[in-house]
């Protein structure tokens, strides 16, 4: 279960995510994180929120952000918010590490996804920060915090998910594991 001042280390790519405020302690309104990536290169397909709006205050480094096609870098003191439901990604092009001020509102089960992704990768079930499609169709299924793949018609999708994303959990695989989070979905 994420809890406030939890820290997560990425073991394979050491990026490091700090929970500030849970969404537990904001009643669902937001969930903040303090982030380090020290990986290079995109961690999670381009992707879009229907519910959530995502905001970034660049800290140090710089932030690539990509938001319906078009690539922005941000530095130290600037600030971002992705709106709900626009095609984004975000990830270090840089040498050096990035730290930014991440906040996902509203905050849902966000938090218990950062928890598992970073779970999952620390139990070699990544390969190059990807985590498969069979994974990623169950994760995107079974999360209030409903997020699409933006590279992916919405159709085929929900197709895949409603066909691919039960049978994968009759092998095991879930949303949110017991494992990392305490809870199962």
């Known amino acids: 279960m994420p809890t406030k001042g939890q820290v997560l280390i990425n073991p394979i790519t050491g990026d490091i ?9 904001t009643d669902g309104e937001r969930v903040v994180m303090k982030v380090t990536l020290n990986s290079k290169g995109p961690l999670v397909p381009n992707h879009f929120h229907v519910f959530q709006d995502e905001t970034f205050e660049i800290v140090s480094g710089g932030l690539t ?12 003191g600037e600030k971002i918010t992705l709106p709900r439901k626009t095609p984004h990604n975000h990830y270090n092009t840089e040498d050096a590490p990035v730290s930014y001020i991440h906040t996902m509102a509203p905050g849902s089960d966000f938090d218990y996804l950062v928890e598992n992704l970073v779970g999952l990768a620390a139990d070699g079930k990544s390969k ?13 299924k079974y999360l209030d915090s409903k997020t699409y793949l933006a590279d992916i018609p919405l159709g ?21 594991y017991k494992k990392y989070s305490g809870i199962e979905k």
């Open 65 to 76: 952000v990509v938001l319906d096609g078009e690539k922005k870098k941000l530095t130290a």
């Open 128 to 140: 190059n920060g990807k985590y498969g499609l069979v994974q990623e169709l169950v994760t995107l």
């Open 17 to 25: 995510f700090e929970f500030l405020e849970t969404s537990k302690d």
């Open 156 to 176: 085929v999708q929900k197709i895949l998910m409603n066909t691919i994303a039960p049978a994968a959990r009759l092998f095991g695989y879930r949303a949110i």
